[in-house]
């Protein structure tokens, strides 16, 4: 069958791969290009081998997400019947570092909480997976020209390999157009914004939170902590506690053994990025965070024993601190059908980034006269 068209999506991130699976589902041939090795971005999954031939998964991005909005829980209720989505009901609560306590157990419980299966990655994973989706993993794409005389975008990779050409293109980052595309990779950014007037608010950089996840595997269950999910109250350097292993359909562990995610507070990670810089932390690094948030941990938790696995990995871009594609969830310049999209349009969460991907794919689908219902 002859595609309506051919477009381009950059990233794999939950926005990139729900706009890549809604154009596909409409007969549009669409290539995703992602810099990283899999699909997820900051919903990716981490597989870690032990030297004993064990393996350990974390969902070291976002934990779970909620939804709202109707549209959006459509969606996932569609996702959830196929399988790679299920409901996490545990509950949630709080934890106060000043009196060592638990609170509110039953106050964050109430909204349903939704976890990607087998991992948080599952999720972009089946989608990069539909037909009409072809992912190229381990691409990033280094610069993006509006070709007037063809009426097409030509792609180039980071390395100066040629991408192809395409009707339309949807990128799904922020740092596309940004100064800290320049600051990671030592290269101009892919977009230069200053050609689309359209596009004026990516003129910016636009201001992020950062965060460092701690990803620990304890021999036994923590029996002192009663809940599998709380936030911390009072402390300057952990925001949240996750057991990843008590999520649905998460692969078995070693024996009897229990894995935890911790998210460090916006402060601290900002702190440590000023003084190690925006480059690829080294292991060294990395090792002296992990053992900051781990102290925290154990100091303010009562009966935390010494874990067996402990590593710490930084996002240095977590959550956008603004939305600016407020009104249509996404911004676009109909002349050159090019679309962004991702949660620093809407709001700094994976349901924001699932509207945001949806509203790209119905731009794209309005400019090519096809109707974009799901
Ligand atoms: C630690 C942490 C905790 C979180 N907690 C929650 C939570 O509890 N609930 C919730 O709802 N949300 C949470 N979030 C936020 C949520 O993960 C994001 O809002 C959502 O995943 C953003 O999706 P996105 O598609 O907009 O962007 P991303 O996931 O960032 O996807 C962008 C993708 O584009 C790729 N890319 C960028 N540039 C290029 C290029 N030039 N070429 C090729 N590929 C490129 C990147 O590699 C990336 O994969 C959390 C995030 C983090 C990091």
């Not at 031939?53 to 196929?82: I, M």
């Not at 990025?273 to 992990?290: F, H, Q, T, W, Y």
Request: hydrophobic share 40%.
């Amino acid at each position: 069958m002859r595609s309506a068209a051919n477009v381009a999506v950059i990233g794999s991130g939950i926005s990139g791969a729900v706009c890549a699976s809604m154009l596909a589902s409409k007969g549009v041939s669409v290539t995703v290009f992602e810099s990283g090795r899999g699909p997820g971005g900051r919903m990716s999954s981490r597989r870690e081998n032990l030297e004993d031939g064990k393996e350990l998964y974390f969902d070291h991005g976002a934990p779970y997400f909620t939804v709202n909005h109707q549209e959006v829980a459509g969606v996932v209720r569609s996702w959830e019947a196929r399988g790679f989505v299920a409901e996490w009901k545990e509950k949630f609560g709080s934890f106060d570092r000043n009196t060592g306590e638990f609170l509110d157990l039953d106050k964050e419980g109430t909204t349903t909480k939704y976890v990607g299966v087998p991992g948080m990655n599952s999720i972009c994973k089946a989608l990069c997976l539909e037909p009409g989706v072809e992912a190229r993993f381990g691409v990033t794409v280094g610069k993006m020209d509006w070709l007037h005389d063809r009426s097409s975008w030509s792609l180039t990779g980071l390395g100066g390999q040629d991408l192809g050409h395409f009707d339309g293109v949807v990128a799904s980052d922020k740092n596309i157009s940004s100064s800290r595309f320049t600051g990671v990779t030592g290269r101009p950014p892919p977009l230069d914004v200053a050609l689309f007037p359209e596009l004026s608010m990516m003129s910016q950089d636009i201001p992020v939170h950062p965060c460092f996840a701690l990803m620990l595997a304890f021999s036994e269950p923590l029996t002192s902590v009663p809940i599998k999910g709380f936030s911390f109250k009072n402390s300057e350097v952990l925001s949240w506690a996750f057991c990843d292993s008590s999520k649905p359909g998460r692969r078995c562990l070693p024996d009897n053994s229990e894995s935890w995610t911790l998210h460090s507070t916006a402060e601290y990670a900002a702190r440590v990025i000023a003084e190690s810089g925006l480059r690829k932390p080294s292991n060294d690094a990395l090792a002296k965070v992990a053992e900051e948030l781990f102290q925290e941990f154990q100091g303010s938790v009562y009966n935390v024993p010494r874990p067996y696995f402990m590593k710490a990995h930084r996002w240095g871009s977590a959550f956008p601190a603004v939305a600016i594609g407020v009104e249509d969830k996404c911004l676009w310049d109909k002349n050159t059908k090019l679309a962004i999209c991702g949660d620093f349009c809407t709001s700094p969460n994976i349901e924001g980034a699932i509207l945001s991907g949806i509203r790209a794919a119905s731009k794209i689908l309005g400019s090519l006269n096809i109707l974009s219902g799901m």
